[in-house]
């Protein structure tokens, strides 16, 4: 059975930075494309960053683009995600995800495990 649990999640002010994890079991890190997306209140799921099965491409969506980095530990077969020079529009519900093969992808139809997600809370 294929399991994400998020955490890392809280409240920071806008500037401030904040590193989300996600532990996965069922499936390794090191096979699969994984990514992180997020959701904000009466908003459509946005991609914010995507990182291939051997962590050797990444890349991010523009409105975090410079600002938040996608990485994994593959001992720990964990995803992170950090998150520098918050604003208050990325306060949102961030979820991780597997892709259903090894590349990373923005396309949220392309994943097929999802965690629970995790509250980010910016405060201006």
């Known amino acids: 059975q294929v399991q994400l649990v998020e955490s890392g999640g809280g409240l920071v002010q806008a500037g401030g930075s904040l590193r989300l994890s996600c532990a996965a079991s069922g499936r390794t890190v090191s096979t699969y494309g994984m990514g992180w997306f997020r959701q904000a209140p009466g908003k459509e799921r946005e991609f914010v960053a995507a990182?291939?099965?051997?962590?050797?491409?990444?890349y991010s969506g523009d409105s975090v683009k410079g600002r938040f980095t996608i990485s994994r530990d593959t001992a720990k077969n964990t995803l992170y995600l950090q998150m520098n020079s918050l604003k208050p529009e990325d306060t949102a519900v961030y979820y991780c995800?597997?892709?259903?093969?090894?590349?990373?992808?923005?396309?949220?139809?392309?994943?097929?495990?999802w965690g629970q997600g995790t509250q980010v809370t910016v405060s201006s």
């Open positions: 990182i291939s099965w051997s962590g050797g491409v990444t």
């Open positions: 995800a597997f892709a259903r093969s090894s590349w990373a992808t923005s396309e949220d139809r392309e994943y097929d495990y």
